[in-house]
């Protein structure tokens, strides 16, 4: 396979799926690339749910091969919010700043200060049953957000083993360990056993 559908509008995961793709020569193509400018409802409870729901809706439709990509922050203190509704939290146009800044308010008079990222990787075939892959990434709620590499929450995600917030680093240190790079790197253990490639 030479190429690969990602059911994503999100430009920020698309490339961080190109960067980790191109050594392997795939083409990483966005739904939008694909003329596919409608988002599907993520009616979902869980990551995995809303990533197979994101990759089947996509794939019946251009019936080929696609990815999808489900994730979030969940922060322990916050009874695991933004979780699901990370991308919608405050509203979907809210700018990040703002985001951030609300979730370091909120959480300036907590001790525990725990959260994660999670992804789930739906990989839906024509003719074969859908596979998930789950990535999860541990760390602490900055006080502050910090750096201007990445996107989303990744200002505020500190990580201890690097002392950086995610932000702070680059895109090739965050692919190593973050929660899309480890869910991606089942999926490629996968596909290499699997053949998914043409
Ligand atoms: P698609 O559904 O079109 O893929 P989306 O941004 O709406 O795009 P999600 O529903 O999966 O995607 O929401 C994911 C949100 O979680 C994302 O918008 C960020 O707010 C946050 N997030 C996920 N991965 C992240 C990362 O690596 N760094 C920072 N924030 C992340």
Redesign the pocket.
């Known amino acids: 396979m030479k190429s690969i559908v990602i059911?994503?509008?999100?430009e920020h995961?698309i490339e961080?799926f190109r960067a980790m793709f191109k050594p392997l020569g795939i083409e990483v193509i966005g739904m939008k690339e694909c003329g596919e400018m409608e988002?599907v409802q993520?009616t979902g409870a869980t990551f995995a749910e809303?990533a197979v729901i994101?990759a089947e809706y996509l794939m019946k439709k251009l019936n080929q091969p696609v990815i999808?990509?489900?994730?979030?922050?969940e922060i322990d203190a916050l009874n695991r919010e933004p979780g699901v509704y990370?991308?919608r939290y405050l509203g979907h146009d809210t700018s990040?700043e703002l985001k951030n800044r609300t979730l370091v308010e909120r959480m300036k008079d907590k001790t525990d200060r725990t959260c994660r990222?999670v992804?789930a990787i739906a990989l839906a075939r024509p003719g074969h049953p859908t596979r998930v892959f789950e990535g999860i990434v541990e760390g602490i709620v900055a006080r502050q957000p910090e750096g201007g590499h990445?996107?989303?929450?990744?200002p505020i995600?500190y990580y201890p083993p690097l002392g950086r917030t995610?932000a702070q680093i680059s895109e090739q240190e965050?692919n190593a360990i973050?929660?899309?790079g480890k869910a991606m790197r089942k999926l490629m253990e996968f596909w290499q056993h699997e053949e998914v490639a043409d």
């Not at 999808?68 to 922050?73: A, P, T």
């Not at 990445?150 to 990744?154: M, Q, R």
């Open positions: 059911a994503s509008g999100n995961k961080e988002e993520e809303n994101k999808s990509d489900d994730s979030g922050l990370s991308a990040y990222f992804c990445g996107f989303g929450y990744d995600f995610l965050k973050s929660h899309r």
